[in-house]
């Protein structure tokens, strides 16, 4: 069973930057696919970015050119460290975020592909 615990989360001005990270072990396969959702009270989970052992990258809408994930780590992906670098961070970016694991390549941001997830950190942003 993969392990995702993410850290970096907490309170920023609208604006400013901030950079979680999602520490991965005990990944067993040899494609993956990492990535980011959120969800703020109320509103339903949205799939924010992913990354792909395959070098594909996916961004939702509302985050692309501001947000950017990245991972460090062996590419056989035991044991990794995902990034998300939130830049320009808005009130509308308050959420809990989790990282999320896929087993195999990325397809989509849609929730049900996704099989592991990380217990969240917190972001809030105030104006």
């Known amino acids: 069973q993969p392990r995702l615990a993410e850290s970096g989360g907490g309170s920023v001005q609208s604006g400013r930057s901030l950079r979680i990270s999602c520490e991965v072990s005990e990944y067993p396969y040899s494609s993956s696919c990492f990535g980011w959702f959120r969800q703020a009270p109320g509103k339903e989970r949205e799939g924010v970015a992913n990354i792909g052992s395959d070098g594909r990258i996916m961004y939702a809408t509302s985050v692309k050119g501001r947000f950017t994930i990245s991972q460090d780590g062996a590419k056989t992906n035991a044991k990794s460290t995902v990034y998300l670098q939130m830049n320009d961070l808005q009130v509308a970016d308050t959420a809990m975020y989790y990282c999320?694991?896929?087993?195999?390549?990325?397809?989509?941001?849609?929730?049900?592909?996704?099989?592991?997830w990380g217990q969240g950190t917190q972001v809030t942003v105030s104006s």
């Open positions: 999320v694991a896929a087993q195999g390549i990325c397809m989509t941001l849609q929730d049900d592909e996704y099989l592991y």
